[in-house]
C-alpha cells in the first residue's frame, strides 16, 4: 500500500518571504499523480498543484511550485512571496494510474503560518 | 457548472440517533468517494464507488455505516446508531474514472457532532 509522509506538523513564514513543505511517499509503482491540496479554515480542500510522475518537469502555478524527485520519492510544495491568505493546512496526496480510477492518499498535513 | 455538493453542512445529533448524509457528484464524473477527517486520523478514505459499484470499502469503521449509490448523481452514507467518536467532517469527493487530470473534487464537507 502507497504511504505519504510529511514530517513537518507546523511552519511558519513571514510575508513575502519563501516556504517550502516537505512530503515523501512510498509506492512501488511507477505511474501515478501527486498532489498539494490546501484546507484554509473554511475547510474547503482546494487543489494547489499536481504533479505526473512521467513528467521530469517540476510542476509550477503561480506562486507554487514543486521540487519532484522521483528516485527519492520526494514531493515538496515551495511558496514564493507568501501571503497571509495562504495560511492554512497543507496536505501532501498520492493517486495511482494503475487501473481504473483509485483512491487518494493523503499525508497528515502541515499547518502553514503566515505572520506579518 | 456547480462543484460537489454535500448536505447538510452540520448535523448535532444525539447519540443512538440514524445520521444520512448525502451527496450530489459533479456531473459526467464516474467516481465518488466518501472521506472522514478528524484531528486523530487525519484524512480516512471510508468508501468509494466507479460507475455506482462500491470498489473499496475497507476504510468503513464498522458495520454501523453503510453507503450507497443508487444512481450516478447520488450518495448517501448513513450511520446507525450513532455514537461520539463518529463525530468528524465528512467530505465527498468526485472524479472522472479514467485518468485525465487524476484531480479528486471536494465538496465543502458535513460537520457531524454526536453528542
Redesign the interface.
Known amino acids: 500500500a502507497q504511504t505519504v509522509t510529511q514530517s513537518q506538523p507546523e511552519m511558519s513564514v513571514q510575508e513575502a518571504e519563501t516556504v517550502t513543505l516537505s512530503c515523501t511517499y512510498d509506492t512501488s509503482e511507477s505511474d501515478y499523480?501527486l498532489?498539494w491540496y490546501k484546507q484554509p479554515p473554511?475547510?474547503?480542500?482546494i487543489?494547489v498543484i499536481?504533479q505526473?510522475a512521467y513528467k521530469q518537469q517540476n510542476a509550477t502555478e503561480n506562486r507554487f511550485s514543486v521540487n519532484f524527485q522521483k528516485a527519492a520519492k520526494s514531493f515538496s510544495l515551495k511558496i514564493s512571496d507568501s501571503q497571509l491568505g495562504d495560511a492554512a493546512m497543507y496536505?501532501c496526496a498520492y493517486?495511482s494510474?494503475t487501473g481504473?480510477?483509485s483512491?487518494?492518499?493523503?499525508?497528515?498535513?502541515t499547518r502553514l503560518q503566515v505572520t506579518l | 457548472d456547480a462543484g460537489v455538493i454535500q448536505s447538510p453542512r452540520h448535523e448535532v445529533t444525539e447519540m443512538g440517533q440514524e445520521v444520512t448524509l448525502r451527496c450530489k457528484p459533479i456531473s459526467g464524473h464516474?467516481?465518488l468517494?466518501w472521506y472522514r477527517q478528524t484531528m486523530m486520523r487525519?484524512?480516512e478514505?471510508l468508501i468509494?464507488f466507479?460507475n455506482n459499484v462500491p470498489?473499496?470499502d475497507s476504510g468503513m469503521p464498522e458495520d454501523r455505516f453503510s453507503a450507497k449509490m443508487p444512481n450516478a448523481s447520488f450518495s448517501t452514507l448513513k450511520i446507525q446508531p450513532s455514537e461520539p467518536r463518529d463525530s468528524a467532517?465528512y467530505?465527498c469527493?468526485s472524479?472522472?474514472?479514467?485518468?485525465g487530470?487524476?484531480?479528486?473534487f471536494?465538496g465543502?464537507?458535513s460537520?457531524l457532532t454526536v453528542l
Do not use: P
Open positions: 499523480y498532489f473554511s475547510r474547503q480542500m487543489l499536481r505526473e496536505f493517486r494510474l481504473t480510477a483512491k487518494l492518499t493523503f499525508g497528515t498535513g | 464516474n467516481s468517494f487525519g484524512l478514505l468509494y466507479n470498489i473499496d467532517v467530505f469527493a472524479s472522472r474514472l479514467t485518468a487530470t487524476g484531480e479528486l471536494f465543502e464537507g460537520r
